[in-house]
């Protein structure tokens, strides 16, 4: 655990501090949401500042990521969208164009880069990470790579992908090992990570980036509700808030490649797994 996870640990604790902590988020991304969560639920007064035009605007888009901006509100976070930092000071920060934001500490949660630096000129192929085939080869013979920096090729959604969750590291190295060894195995999942923000689990299965519509499974007002990508007619990623089912039947329907029925797919009353076309 990292020293300012482990401060900003202490700094939470009950009884910690004599008066309200003023914390100011910047970035409105998936470790911003989370530290949102958890700074409210123990009663710090916390700010969230994000350039976008919505929380999780980079990861899953305007549209779908401003269906959470609601949850901020509940939950009394202040979220400021569409606004820029214009440098961070002792005391908070200031932001473009004017106006200032009071903050005892400031977290800046903007997203991270890969630290390929270090490779450059090394003969190992680098694009937005290490470049690797669909059995995470480099192009260095005999070399391979895995985890937060692999940038591999997805024929199942074809592209090159670079996916940062634990997920990705724990099952990249069964394929290497096998190829290691002489095999030809393919790493291509359908890609999979979950966030708990404001008492809701918001879990995402799948690639949108391509895709060509975006439906509804409910009304995302309610409580539990569901967004979906589709590209030449079938599903290629789903968002679920507190619809686990969606989730694990969307994930079994994007790796089956099965055009849909959009009709059915919008009706939340039927299970995902039945509105395959026949």
Request: glycine residues 12%; proline residues 6%.
């Amino acid at each position: 655990m990292s020293r300012c996870t482990n401060r900003l640990r202490d700094l939470l604790k009950p009884g910690q501090r004599r008066k309200r902590l003023r914390l100011a988020i910047v970035g409105a991304g998936w470790i911003g949401a989370e530290l949102a969560t958890a700074a409210a639920a123990h009663g710090s007064q916390v700010t969230v500042v994000e350039a976008g035009p919505a929380p999780l605007a980079v990861a899953i888009g305007a549209p779908v990521g401003a269906q959470t901006a609601r949850w901020y509100a509940e939950a009394g976070v202040d979220l400021r969208v569409a606004t820029a930092v214009e440098a961070v000071r002792p005391g908070g920060l200031d932001l473009a164009g004017g106006g200032q934001v009071e903050a005892d500490e400031v977290v800046t949660a903007v997203g991270v880069r890969p630290a390929i630096g270090w490779l450059e000129n090394s003969g190992v192929r680098l694009d937005n990470g290490v470049a690797v085939d669909a059995g995470l080869r480099t192009s260095r013979p005999g070399v391979f790579a895995a985890g937060d920096c692999a940038a591999f090729e997805s024929r199942r959604f074809g592209c090159r992908m670079r996916v940062e969750h634990w997920d990705v590291a724990l099952h990249q190295p069964e394929v290497i090992a096998a190829n290691v060894l002489g095999g030809d195995e393919v790493y291509d999942p359908v890609p999979y990570f979950w966030s708990e923000q404001f008492g809701r689990m918001v879990q995402y299965v799948g690639h949108h980036g391509g895709a060509e519509s975006l439906l509804w499974r409910g009304d995302p007002a309610e409580p539990t509700w569901s967004a979906c990508w589709l590209a030449a007619g079938r599903l290629v990623a789903i968002l679920t808030v507190g619809r686990p089912r969606d989730m694990l039947q969307g994930r079994r329907l994007i790796a089956s490649g099965a055009p849909v029925d959009v009709s059915r797919l919008t009706d939340p009353a039927i299970p995902v797994r039945e509105t395959a076309a026949s």
